[in-house]
């Protein structure tokens, strides 16, 4: 194997050709240089120089040879460069898993907004994957960062997590309804309606939690429809087929003919996680990682 310290050397010694000359250019003394050139052409058994009294040049060989130092010397600065830029975290790629809430929420577009806002070389590889899958990807390093409706364990030994959102509910109503020009909804309003359900791909037990949570507030619903993606409800509720609970960070993307109500008093809430692995192989994901639970913090 070259000695990259090797080539430099003689690099400067064919340009000066004067190992004097070399040796002052390089701050090291005349007879190591003289060393290291003569251990070189030991190494490839290849004569580079032609030696006098006078002064040293290159042999034909020596002048092929340089030219391709210089080329190998000039790659293994960028290589050193690149290699800076990604311990840095300015370059380089994410592999992220995400569910449908991650996006519609703002959570992840915000994030990237904000990650290629200072490193627009980055490539973003997003999947759109079950939050069990997600997990695994993350075991298996071939995921870097996951956003998921459910947290691994607390004791997981590989995996850490925190929490991004935690979305309140926001009550859908068509224009029409006449709870939709109603300053505050109460409980006892909303008993007899005939409600959408969102049952989340995600969590099968989503269903179940929802009525749960609306006993606990004071009404059961009647649901009469039932949808796995909000924003399906939403096109629901604007044809008149019923009332559903969005999460407040889908207010903007409610479609005509909807109107959203506050529910203050109904405590259930759609939570997204944000989980890496515990070993840290590569600071972007340090990097994004903190840049989404500043977001959350703000």
């Keep these: 194997m070259l000695d990259l310290r090797q080539l430099q050397y003689f690099v400067v010694v064919a340009e ?21 050139i003569a251990q070189l052409e030991e190494r490839l058994g290849l004569m580079l120089f032609e030696r006098s009294q006078q002064r040293i040049r290159l042999t034909r060989d020596g002048r092929v040879f340089l030219d391709e130092a210089r080329s190998l010397l000039t790659h293994a600065k960028r290589l050193e460069s690149l290699a800076q830029r990604l311990g840095r975290g300015d370059e380089g790629g994410l592999c992220i898993g995400y569910i449908e809430h991650a996006m519609h929420s703002g959570v992840l577009p915000n994030g990237l907004r904000v990650l290629r806002a200072s490193r627009p070389q980055l490539h973003i590889a997003l999947y759109n994957m079950h939050s069990a899958e997600q997990l695994e990807g993350l075991r298996q390093r071939s995921l870097d ?19 991004v959102l935690d979305d309140p509910m926001l009550l859908a109503l068509p224009e029409s309804h006449p709870l939709a020009a109603v300053a505050q909804v109460a409980p006892a ?85 944000l989980v890496w692995h515990r070993v840290n192989l590569r600071p972007l994901v340090g990097i994004f990682r903190e840049t989404l639970l500043a977001l959350a913090d703000g």
């Design 145 to 163: 960062i996951a956003l998921l409706v459910e947290p691994p364990l607390a004791d997981d030994p590989d995996l850490l997590c925190a929490r």
């Design 16 to 36: 000066e050709e004067h190992v004097g000359r070399a040796a002052e250019k390089l701050h090291i003394s005349q007879s190591p240089l003289s060393r290291q």
């Design 189 to 273: 309003d909303l008993a007899g309606l005939e409600w959408i359900a969102v049952r989340h791909k995600e969590s099968m037990l989503s269903r179940d939690e929802f009525v749960a949570a609306c006993a606990v507030a004071g009404f059961t619903p009647n649901i009469k429809m039932e949808a796995t993606e909000p924003l399906t409800a939403l096109g629901l509720v604007a044809a008149g087929l019923g009332v559903a609970a969005i999460q407040q960070s889908l207010r903007h993307q409610a479609p005509a003919g909807v109107v959203l109500l506050e529910l203050p008093w109904f405590a259930y809430r759609t939570p997204l996680w």
